[in-house]
């Protein structure tokens, strides 16, 4: 069982950045795929980005791609997730998932591990 926490949300002004944490424990984390994903008030979950294994390829959303980026240490079994130009569109609850899948997955019932989220609020 693996469990994530999330962490390093917050309020923003537009334009800003912050970079978000997501530490995970029990279980072994070079075993999973791992991704974020957001959520926004009245709407559905949708992702983010997602990163192998490794490290080595990551992939993104149209939405956040060139300003957000996906890295993960495994010797601290964290991943993180630096957002750049930030925009209130990216206001929301993100989350950081666990999934065994070797391909890239991109749909939420792809993913075993969930954290519990960390609010995200750009103001403009």
């Known amino acids: 069982q693996v469990q994530l926490v999330e962490s390093g949300g917050g309020l923003v002004q537009a334009g800003e950045s912050l970079t978000l944490s997501c530490s995970a424990s029990g279980g072994t984390f070079t075993n999973y795929r791992m991704a974020w994903f957001r959520q926004a008030r009245g709407k559905e979950r949708e992702f983010v980005g997602t990163i192998t294994w490794s490290g080595g390829y990551t992939s993104y959303a149209d939405s956040v791609k060139g300003r957000f980026t996906i890295t993960r240490d495994n010797a601290k079994n964290t991943v993180y997730l630096q957002m750049n130009g930030l925009k209130s569109e990216d206001t929301a609850v993100y989350y950081c998932?666990?999934?065994?899948?070797?391909?890239?997955?991109?749909?939420?019932?792809?993913?075993?591990?969930w954290g519990q989220g960390t609010q995200v609020t750009v103001s403009s």
């Open positions: 998932a666990a999934s065994r899948r070797l391909s890239v997955v991109i749909t939420p019932d792809m993913y075993n591990y």
